[in-house]
């Protein structure tokens, strides 16, 4: 009886794995896919409208997040398409605006960054030890 019920806990999770993963949960919520997330902002066109975005909290229209990427015009709405898609931006009377789970992940992405851009090159790829990284 023990591996049934094991079995069916195993087949709800993948369900709600996969409904998680579409975008909401069994309670009808909205869920964030931060790992698709983290992703796209550590891509340096995604980065880099996003920073736009970030630093100008006044919103931006397409022609001059265009001309401030310097990105194709099928380039741009690409990115921007994805990162709507995955919550990062918002698009709101022709303008587009991080949103705040977009400038969450922005900042952590940074701040991991700029954490590991500390640690010895020679250490990072190394096995975790109880003993602290320099």
Known sequence: MRSISLLILTILLMVVGNLAGAG????????????KAMSKLYKNSSKNIARILYEDRTGRGF????????????????????????????????????????ALLLENADL???????????????????????
């Not at 909401?24 to 790992?35: E, I, P």
């Not at 709405?77 to 949103?99: F, Q």
């Not at 700029?114 to 090159?121: S, Y």
């Not at 096995?127 to 320099?134: I, M």
């Open 112 to 134: 991991c960054e700029r954490a590991l851009a500390e640690i010895d090159e020679n250490k990072l790829f190394e096995p975790v030890n109880p003993e602290p990284v320099d």
């Open 63 to 102: 022609g001059d997040l265009q001309a401030e990427t310097g990105l194709t015009r099928n380039k741009l709405n690409h990115e921007l398409i994805s990162m709507r898609n995955l919550d990062l931006a918002k698009l709101v009377d022709g303008k587009y605006y991080l949103t705040w789970y977009g």
């Open 24 to 35: 909401m949960d069994l309670a009808g919520r909205k869920t964030c896919d931060v790992s």
